[in-house]
């Protein structure tokens, strides 16, 4: 499974989310969270197609709520 | 126009506070937070580049710690109805502005909750003392102003802030006329909860305001509505900022409010004090030689004054001198500034006292046209 959005909370979250990966020179897009996934998000999500793992755990040690992952596919 | 009401809102505002507003409403007009389209994305960016910087400013511990209001009185209802259960008790100082005592009053003549208020000392001391006196079983909140609205008088909050805490009791500094003059920093002092003004010393419009807060308190919302977020749970989300920030924001106004702190940033705050407490202390001076005027409070120590000041012509009420002052194209503020309690302590509730508060574009000429016109009072 190719899990390449990382679920967030708020829109501020993925704010908070992309400019720290930013930093980090990894590649991630802010997007509208699809609607079939199971999680209750904000809406709002990153799209991230490279080290989505390394992604997330970094965002986690930076303190970033997570709330889960998900497929692009089932946009 | 000389104005002189700059404790009421600050005017002008900085060119680059106008631009920004009306860049807003142009470019960036969409619903943030809300929308998945690119124009919507960018509106959330400015909003979140506003966040980021706030947080900068106020040493705040986290983005989402910062929630914008429409004004400091927005943010300090926040703070007493998120806080306060049934039962607790508050402490507030003898300065505060309606914005305080009036929440407050509400809710003790709903019986829902009781408070006191502690009187300003003559010195650090007793003020401290005053409030430590007041403490009792069920005290769960201090609120304080940083500066007062009407004399200036500046309070110890930092020494309050830590005497409170060692109570185990929550403190909520009022920083509606310090933010922007004097030194903020949460991660220093230790506040849970600061309640500023964007209109006033951070220049940007009005409608705006910031609730600062610590983090680690999740605080019962003031209003419910729609944030952009877990859309299909009924219940507010329990995470910050969109806890606290129901409805469509205010991007026109947070982002002038942006463009201000930016300026404030560039310029640096300790300067812009020194400059407002230059022209105060100097007015202070020069009043002290009419015999018909009362000037109120101290300036001749920046650590206990903020750059407004208080006086009252003998024989004249204060709301004609201010109407003088108008008809010379002065504007200054009379009355009890919505601060009767303040009003009360300094023994001029019964007429009221004429303020004046610089800003850092009031110049010496235009506190020179003001001696010349109170020289010139019938």
Same mark, same amino acid.
């Given at each position: ?22 930093? #980090?020179?990894?590649? &991630? ?5 699809? /609607?079939? +996934?199971? %999680? ?10 490279? #080290?989505?793992?390394? &992604? ?5 040690? /930076?303190? +970033?709520? %997570? ?9 | ?89 508050v402490i507030i100082s003898s300065m505060e502005h309606n914005?305080v005592v009036?929440?407050l ?10 408070y006191s208020v502690a009187d300003i000392g003559a010195?650090?001391?007793e003020t401290i003392e005053n409030f430590?006196r007041a ?7 201090f609120i304080c102003t940083?500066a007062s609205n009407v004399f200036?008088t500046?309070l110890p909050?930092?020494?309050l ?13 009022d ?121 109120y ?42 601060a009767p309690l303040a009003h009360r302590f300094m023994g001029t509730s ?29």
């Amino acid at each position: 499974m190719n899990q390449q959005l990382i679920l967030l909370p708020s829109v501020t979250y993925a704010m908070k989310a992309k400019n720290i990966l930013d930093q #980090h020179q990894i590649r &991630a897009y802010i997007q509208r969270t699809p /609607k079939n +996934v199971s %999680v209750r998000s904000c809406g709002y999500c990153l799209f991230v197609p490279e #080290h989505t793992n390394e &992604a997330e755990t970094l965002l986690r040690k /930076k303190g +970033v709520r %997570v709330l889960g992952r998900a497929e692009r596919e089932r946009l | 126009m000389i104005y002189l009401d700059n404790s009421a809102t600050t005017y002008p505002k900085p060119p680059a506070v106008y631009q920004a507003v009306g860049r807003a409403m142009r470019d960036f007009g969409f619903n943030p937070g809300r929308g998945g389209y690119e124009r919507s994305l960018a509106a959330s960016k400015k909003i979140y580049e506003a966040r980021t910087q706030m947080k900068k400013f106020f040493h705040a511990s986290d983005e989402a710690s910062v929630i914008f209001t429409s004004g400091c009185t927005q943010a300090v209802n926040t703070v007493i109805k998120g806080v306060l259960h049934r039962g607790d008790h508050v402490i507030i100082s003898s300065m505060e502005h309606n914005s305080v005592v009036r929440p407050l009053q509400k809710l003790y003549n709903a019986g829902y909750c009781s408070y006191s208020v502690a009187d300003i000392g003559a010195d650090d001391d007793e003020t401290i003392e005053n409030f430590r006196r007041a403490i009792n079983r069920n005290t769960r909140l201090f609120i304080c102003t940083h500066a007062s609205n009407v004399f200036g008088t500046r309070l110890p909050v930092e020494r309050l802030c830590a005497l409170a805490h060692s109570y185990g009791i929550l403190f909520c500094l009022d920083a509606a006329q310090s933010a922007g003059l004097l030194h903020i920093d949460l991660e220093r002092d230790g506040y849970d909860f600061v309640c500023c003004a964007g209109h006033k010393y951070l220049y940007g419009p009005m409608g705006t305001g910031i609730l600062l807060l610590k983090g680690e308190h999740m605080l019962d919302t003031l209003i419910e509505g729609g944030t952009g977020s877990e859309s299909a749970d009924p219940d507010m989300p329990s995470y910050y900022p969109d806890r606290l920030e129901a409805g469509t924001q205010n991007v026109p106004g947070i982002l002038g409010l942006n463009a201000g702190v930016q300026l404030l940033s560039n310029i640096g705050i300790e300067k812009i004090y020194q400059k407002e407490m230059r022209l105060i202390r100097g007015l202070w001076r020069r009043l002290q030689e009419f015999d018909r005027i009362k000037v109120y409070g101290d300036f001749g120590d920046d650590s206990r004054s903020a750059p407004v000041l208080s006086f009252t012509v003998s024989g004249i009420d204060s709301e004609e001198v201010a109407h003088v002052l108008s008809k010379r194209g002065i504007a200054v503020r009379s009355g009890l500034h919505c601060a009767p309690l303040a009003h009360r302590f300094m023994g001029t509730s019964e007429g009221g006292t004429v303020r004046v508060a610089p800003s850092y574009f009031t110049t010496e000429t235009d506190i020179n046209i003001l001696v010349n016109s109170l020289r010139k009072l019938p």
